[in-house]
């Protein structure tokens, strides 16, 4: 069951969000998560592409790269992105915002969208208002602060014998995502009414 020693997984959980609604914003940083998808030759020489779940993303590269090892099948080629995330830390979590379709990710939301007295106020203030934006929960030791520039690599044969080279393709648009930053950290050092746990 990847991730769930180090508790990280998508936030669905009654006593996550419990948490989360109760604790203090305290920074917001980038970071970067890693996904993966795999791509086949189907029918008639079509290209499919295959998202593969909640498995298909990590904050740890060589976990990403083990897993894709293992789905190795002749005529696949693989994807490995970085892509640009909001780590939003608090006293007792991180909540980790980003975008997986995105080239230019939180490029719809307005800086002013950005609202909330607590951790899951915050992050929520800005998934509401993006496309498809995925929320994960993790140990606030986990994340780690990046920079620019956030790629995407597509996967090499080495032949059967060696594990899969990897070369950049792309870039991800960060001027967006950036500013959210800003904005976040910003309010981060606005003192915060928060709601009383219930006991």
């Given at each position: 069951m990847p991730h769930s020693a180090r508790l990280w997984c998508r936030l669905t959980e009654a006593s996550h969000y419990e948490l989360a609604d109760s604790d203090q914003l305290c920074s917001c940083f980038l970071t970067k998560v890693f996904h993966y998808w795999v791509g086949r030759n189907a029918w008639y020489g079509t290209w499919s592409s295959t998202y593969c779940g909640d498995y298909s993303f990590s904050l740890q590269r060589e976990e990403l790269l083990d897993q894709i090892e293992g789905e190795r099948v002749q005529g696949s080629t693989f994807t490995l992105a970085e892509l640009p995330a909001l780590a939003l830390l608090g006293k007792h979590l991180a909540l980790i915002l980003f975008q997986h379709h995105?080239?230019?990710?939180?490029?719809?939301?307005?800086?002013?969208?950005?609202?909330?007295?607590?951790?899951?106020?915050?992050?929520?203030?800005?998934?509401?208002?993006?496309?498809r934006a995925l929320l994960f929960v993790a140990s606030p030791e986990l994340?780690?602060?990046?920079?620019?520039?956030?790629?995407?690599?597509?996967?090499?044969?080495?032949?059967?014998?060696?594990?899969?080279?990897?070369?950049?393709?792309?870039?991800?648009?960060?001027?967006?995502?950036?500013?959210?930053?800003?904005?976040?950290?910003?309010?981060?050092?606005?003192?915060?009414?928060?709601?009383?746990?219930?006991?």
């Open positions: 995105a080239q230019s990710p939180f490029q719809e939301v307005p800086t002013s969208a950005v609202a909330g007295a607590s951790l899951l106020g915050v992050a929520e203030s800005i998934r509401k208002r993006a496309d994340p780690k602060a990046t920079e620019p520039p956030y790629r995407r690599f597509g996967s090499v044969p080495q032949g059967s014998d060696y594990m899969l080279g990897w070369t950049p393709t792309s870039s991800y648009d960060t001027e967006a995502v950036s500013r959210l930053c800003k904005k976040v950290c910003a309010l981060s050092r606005k003192p915060a009414r928060l709601t009383s746990r219930s006991t």
